[in-house]
């Protein structure tokens, strides 16, 4: 029987703090951006190969998870999306 602590129930939580600490653990990890709304396309295209994954920060059971195609796919939904303060996750 395991049981987690409160600590790591936290960083399973937070995508971007478990990003972080697997990486300094050197796990590899797929290329990663920290994005905020509006999504700048530009930036997407030049960092990145698609398809592309946006993930909320703060989710579970993979909600708040998206998988985009192209850049024709994501501008969709970029107009869809209102601007907000939430922070989200790119990744290859």
């Not at 602590?5 to 939580?13: G, W, Y």
């Not at 195609?69 to 939430?86: F, G, I, N």
Request: a neutral charge; hydrophobic letters at 50%.
């Amino acid at each position: 029987f395991v049981l987690n602590t409160a600590d790591a129930i936290e960083l399973a939580k937070d995508k971007l703090a478990t990003i972080l600490a697997l990486a300094s653990n050197n796990v590899p990890m797929p290329k990663t951006l920290l994005g905020k709304y509006p999504l700048d396309l530009d930036v997407i295209d030049r960092e990145f190969t698609f398809p592309v994954i946006l993930k909320k920060i703060v989710s579970s059971m993979g909600k708040g998870v998206l998988l985009f195609r192209d850049r024709a796919q994501l501008a969709e939904v970029r107009d869809l999306v209102p601007p907000s303060s939430t922070n989200f996750i790119i990744q290859e």
